[in-house]
């Protein structure tokens, strides 16, 4: 069946089409993206809400938008509205917007300046907080906000949203550390913010202009309302965000803070262009202490014990989550620390003295082991060992939001009333009523969170697709706001009100209400940043936004369930954002880090991906596709084809472009929290796309190059001569699209086998082989890229384990069919699938171990095997060289050196063979070599992806960002650095100009020194 063209009903609104045509003829420096896909992308967070924003912008600079608002101060355009965004992992809407969303992580993310004298630093709103605290870790400093999503999420953010996290209890929260801010106003005017005493303040009061007016306003709130605001005001750690009219005098200090108003609120009343912000000393000790519990009541119940140890940070995971680890890559790292534990809380102590913190942990410890075995009490615990065991069990609690978005089911634990903060001494009680009013609604739910400061996260599980659900939404967020005030706290004490915002006058008073208001007066009059959040301006007739706002759950309904059981990963992908990480030494999607663009991020694949089904499912409901022959449906596709390349508009070109940027690498698959399979969904998205359009003749050349190879093998002195000239080069890039072409083998891997006298592979003969034989002997299946391209390294490895005694059998050669998997060719994948499982199971029943060499096409037995066939699988094991050898260890030889290698691991390897790397350094081990494993992202070149033209300077770009800074720091890189990806070790030959060995190669070449 052939797909419809998809035609976009939503279309730009005409006074925002013009404005976008007018900037383009101003100054403005940065990226106008008014596309269907980028507004998509931008419409959703880690929020309930779904709304389509007219356009992105992309600053460069502050100049940049003070152009903009220059323009947007032009009577037709008065009515266009702005709100910023940083990391798009909101919980609460903050960013979202029908308007033009303003997203300055793309461009403006540099760090400008360090003071160490002074102790502070000088950032862009894009800088991440990871990568600024990266930046400051060898100098001894960090910024001390803490926050789970910290590998993502934007100092811009944090700032709007006054974030705070771990260890708020003694860091506070981001406006703490906040000394200067530069920001822009809606009509141009630019601004800078800090501490100033009241002298100054009597200056700036004077002033004509907006910034005058500012100051008037906001000094007679809080110089009149002192009283009011002490008395409104709740008495708890985790104090409300936004307008926080509490701190902006300093009694003490004499002194008037504007950037007390300006954190947390949420873009509404400035764009913050630069902060200066405070710097504080790494402790010199850490410790952590993860105690397990038998339920989750009673992890609260020893808070209010724990809190009498004085630790820095009390963080608190529930059943659920624990639970729910256990299907994630997290807990490969864990497992041995929080064996048996139902609920846990994490205990981190911190200090400059080392003593001090021993004594701690050792009472501490000591009170734990003298009540165990009572009711209500901790159950047993562990002392991580070092700084990156801390660091692995705090990543356990920072994959909370994400491991509650693969619960099971279509009702999915989601964020309404997640960050609701009481005084600690009331969480118990708070919470048991909580659970009480969620349990009469019967609800399942997750809970964690910073229990040292009463603020607990918690998500009850809903299906938004159901009318019935999302008439909860309401009923329940009234419930809770009612019951928190009862408990003297606060609806957000960590994420922001966006979409709660109409809950704002029942905990400042309608009194402080209407002069928060004022404030927005002053500021931003008309109502153009961020409308509706919060409040409106004094004098404005604008509405706060509702709770029952457009929800993504209304787009999503649409689809078909049927539609939506086939692609369960993209509809459970809750914006979380895990995908943003910005670490180029992490694998998770390397086209996201490289272009900065967040199409080209798993969420935003899935977000392209479930439009598209969406639009294809209203489309065939309108109108039933005809009964078409063959040649007919092949003279449509030339002539859709031909309207392609004409520029006629259709909306799966958009997710063909978003598509086509994956590498394939599979990092989603486990480095996401609800394992997003990307490079699944994109091979099933081609498949269809080209029901529709013909496909270029590069697909059919690389989903098929496992035979071509093959037959190239034959004669590989002459087919390198045909296609390593400069004719041959130009076709390829020019015609096909593609570039670097891989030589072949000089010699065949037939040839060399025939020298070595290898055993073949006869299936009569080895079924006949006695059972001591048969341990003795191994089966190694080929793949087409180290046989025909690195035949070397497959003798190398026949020869290896033929020096451990073992009879080696090569098995013939047949394609795997990955390729195919990879360009969408999915029927001739399924039909390649088949056959080879009948094979390998004939091989299988031999009872002789099957490994293979490259991680790729040895892990696509596990991974897209298993979706394409209908045979069974189960006693089917085909392992990796190094899963292998790890379990016959007595077998290798003790061969001790002090001169280390250096293992940089496949990212397909690294993401679903978890253990993989760890293995290779075990088997060095066990040989007396020393392995150092490499953290690294991904190489770039990804099977295919590196040789195509269009993503060549991507490849090179990826490969640069992570790879190329690591083996520039390695010595004697030639000869010591380890590479067990045949496409990694071919980036490293086109970037480098050498080829570094395969673990297995590098094993071997230490046995030869030592014979």
Partial sequence: MMIPRLKLHETLQPEYAEFLE?????????????????????????????????????????????????LAAQNPFKSITFSPRGGGTGTN???????????????????????????????????????????????????????????????????????????????????????ELSWVLVNGEMGQSQSIDLNTLTHLKQQPNTLGKIYRQIDEIVTQKRELIAQQFPK???FMTGYNLAKVYSPEQETFNLNRILAGSEGTLAIITEAKLKLTPIPKYKQLLAIHYHCFDDALLAASTLLQAEPAAIETLDEKIVELAKEDEIYYQVKDWIEGAKAINLVEFIGDAQTSLERKINQLIEQIETNRHQPQ?????????????????????????????????????????????????????????????????????????????????????????????????????????????????????????????????????E??????????????????????????????????????????????????????????????????????????????????????????????????????????????ADKKPPNLGTLEVALLRVGNTLLKWWGVYDYSHEVYQGMSGCLGCKACVSQCPVHVNIPEFKARFLELYHTRYLRPWRDYLMGNIEMIASWQANSPQL?????????????????????????????????????????????????????????????????????????????????????????????????????LHVKGFLKQFQSRVKKNIEYLTQLNNLGIPLI????????????????????????????????????????????????????????????LALESSKQWQKIFKTMGIPLNLMQTGCCGMAGMYGHETEHYASSRGIYQSSWGPVLAAIEEKQERVLVSGYSCRSQVKRCEGWTPLHPVQGLLSQIKTQT
Wanted: aromatic fraction near 10%; proline fraction near 6%.
């Fill in 22 to 70: 007018q900037l383009r003829k101003t100054p403005f420096s940065g990226e106008i993206r008014a596309d269907f896909g980028s507004r998509l992308i931008t419409s959703t967070d880690n929020s309930i809400y779904q709304i389509l924003p007219q356009a992105a912008l992309f600053p460069k600079t502050g100049q940049d938008l003070v152009v903009m608002f220059h």
């Fill in 93 to 179: 809407g903050q960013a979202l917007s029908p308007g033009i969303i303003i997203d300055c992580s793309k461009y403006m993310n540099q760090i400008l300046e360090l003071n160490l004298e002074q102790g502070w630093v000088r950032v862009q709103p894009g800088v991440i907080l990871d990568q600024l605290n990266a930046y400051l870790k060898p100098l001894g400093l960090f910024f001390a906000a803490s926050l789970a999503p910290s590998n993502r999420a934007t100092l811009g953010g944090m700032i709007n949203t006054d974030a705070c996290g771990k260890g708020s209890r003694i860091y506070g929260r981001t406006s703490d550390h906040v000394l």
């Fill in 236 to 238: 708890i750690p985790r």
């Fill in 377 to 509: 009490q901790a159950s047993g615990y562990y002392l991580a060992k070092n700084n990156e065991e801390i660091q692995k069990l705090w990543e356990l609690r920072k994959k909370g939001v994400g491991l509650l978005g693969n619960q099971k089911g279509n009702r999915k634990p989601i964020p309404f009333i997640e960050d609701t903060a009481v005084p600690p001494s009331q969480l118990m009680n708070y919470v048991q009523d909580l659970k009480k009013l969620l349990n009469e609604y019967q609800l399942d739910y997750g809970m964690f969170g910073h229990v040292d400061v009463g603020c607990l996260h918690i998500r009850p599980a809903l299906d938004m697709k159901l009318p019935d659900d999302e008439t909860l939404i309401r009923k329940l967020s009234d419930q809770v706001v009612a019951l928190v005030r009862q408990y003297g706290g606060v609806m957000w004490g960590e994420h922001g009100k966006g979409f709660r915002s109409e809950y704002t006058p029942l905990f400042f008073g």
């Fill in 511 to 620: 009194e402080l209400y209407q002069d928060l208001r004022k404030i927005k007066a002053a500021f931003d009059p008309e109502n153009r940043l961020n409308p509706g959040k919060i409040v409106t301006p004094k004098g404005s007739d604008g509405e706060v936004v509702k709770i029952e706002s457009s929800l993504r759950g209304h787009f999503d309904r649409q689809v078909p369930a049927v539609v939506r059981s086939q692609y369960e990963e993209v509809f459970n992908c809750n914006g979380n954002g895990a995908c943003f990480n910005y670490n180029p030494h992490e694998v998770i999607c390397p086209s996201a880090k490289e272009t900065r663009d967040r199409i080209h991020s798993p969420k935003g694949r899935a977000s392209l991906l479930r439009e598209w089904l969406r639009q294809i499912s209203l489309t065939q």
């Fill in 719 to 819: 087919f390198n001569l045909i296609t390593h000239n400069a004719l041959t080069y130009w076709v390829s890039q020019q015609l096909l699209g593609l570039v670097y072409l891989p030589q072949l083998s000089e010699f065949t891997l037939q040839q060399g086998l025939r020298e070595r006298k290898a055993p073949l592979l006869d299936l009569k003969q080895l079924s006949q082989l006695t059972k001591p034989e048969k341990s003795n002997s191994v089966i190694l299946l080929q793949d087409a890229f180290t046989s025909f391209y690195e035949s070397q390294l497959v003798l190398d490895t026949y020869y290896f384990l033929d020096r451990l005694g073992y009879t080696v059998y090569i098995a013939p050669f047949f394609p795997n069919g990955k390729p």
């Fill in 852 to 911: 293979g060499i490259e991680p790729s096409m040895v892990l696509a037995y596990r991974d897209e095997y298993h979706k394409y066939n209908d045979l069974s699988m189960n006693n089917l094991k085909i392992n990796l060289l190094q899963e292998w050898l790890v379990t016959h260890l007595d077998q290798l030889p003790y061969i001790p050196t002090d001169n280390p290698y250096y293992l940089l691991s496949h990212c397909t390897e690294k993401t």
